[in-house]
């Protein structure tokens, strides 16, 4: 069996591999301690930003309607969703239990969340996304994208640092 | 490769539960056809049939509302909101009076802000509904 950085030891509990690559244990070097701290900060983001708007389906469905992107149903249906998607994964980053599946995931929903709201500007439409309550709904286009790309960034370097070296996975 | 589609799948899988919960428990308080509810919303011809019944409110930004309105009706939206608020309720508003608001078109989005405004913020007890079509049915109507 191959061994990595992100798996326990063989002696630590014999778990079958598949299983053990769903936990990271901690490391105590510093830039483990660093990984660990920008993926609670951003997984708590994310935790804050899904309860916010489970909380409100509603005013959710409305703010997707405002892309006037997808079918209004559909659009129902995604607010119901997507807030307890973004719970989920904010907190398996912050637990670090299925933590690569909920960095892929939230790098997903970001890329995509980044082109809709591009797409709706070019398109003229004035939208608020809502995105964290009414904290952001008087934020400008500019600074909309700005916070989005550093969340985006934010998960692309928890994605590099999640990702075992190759000089690690030989060793 | 195989384990990051499995955890992403039970990521996936697992919001589902929550939002099924959520979805019984929003069943009678969201619309779930369409934007705007049926029961929300009125035609031309039913809202020009209510006469001096109705008070119109236009939604639409205070340019266009310059440029041509439904006769009566007071400008009413986001940018102004406080001001024109009072002055509504100072000079038009009764209680017994439905209250009609209209943005642009069908796919406008105003009318139903200052519709929900109107209900929510103001607590106003009239009976407030959209108009159809917004001011292109007005003017498609009045041709």
């Not at chain 2, 039970?10 to 009678?28: G, I, K, Q, T």
């Not at chain 2, 009318?111 to 009976?127: F, Q």
Request: net charge neutral.
């Amino acid at each position: 069996m191959k061994q990595t950085p992100n798996l326990p030891s063989p002696s630590s509990g014999g778990q079958a591999a598949e299983e053990n690559s769903s936990f990271i244990p901690p490391s105590s070097s510093f830039r483990s301690i660093s990984w660990r701290v920008v993926a609670i900060l951003i997984g708590g983001l994310f935790v804050y930003a899904g309860v916010i708007k489970a909380l409100d389906p509603v005013v959710f469905a409305r703010d997707i309607g405002n892309y006037q992107m997808l079918p209004w149903p559909i659009g129902v249906w995604l607010a119901l969703y997507l807030p307890w998607l973004e719970i989920l994964c904010g907190l398996a980053l912050m637990t670090r239990i299925l933590y690569r599946g909920s960095v892929f995931i939230l790098t997903g929903l970001m890329s995509l969340f980044i082109i809709a709201t591009i797409v709706a500007n070019a398109r003229g439409l004035d939208i608020s996304c809502g995105c964290f309550g009414h904290a952001t709904k008087s934020l400008s286009f500019t600074w909309h994208l700005t916070l989005d790309f550093l969340l985006l960034g934010g998960l692309v370097l928890l994605w590099k640092g999640s990702t075992p070296r190759t000089d690690d996975r030989t060793s | 490769m195989k384990a990051l589609l499995r955890q992403s799948v039970v990521l996936l899988a697992l919001a589902l539960l929550p939002a099924a919960v959520e979805a019984l428990y929003f069943r009678d308080k969201i619309s779930w056809q369409s934007r705007v509810a049926d029961s929300d919303l009125v035609s031309v011809d039913v809202a020009r049939g209510w006469g001096t019944n109705a008070l119109w409110v236009d939604a639409r930004p205070t340019i266009e509302f310059e440029r041509d309105h439904v006769p009566g009706a007071i400008s009413l939206n986001e940018d102004r909101w406080s001001e024109a608020l009072s002055e509504f309720l100072g000079k038009q508003w009764s209680p017994e009076k439905k209250i009609v608001v209209y943005c642009s078109s069908q796919s406008c989005n105003l009318a139903e802000d200052v519709a929900r405004r109107l209900r929510e913020e103001a607590k106003l007890p009239n009976e407030i509904r959209i108009l159809n079509g917004g001011w292109e049915a007005w003017v498609a109507q009045k041709r």
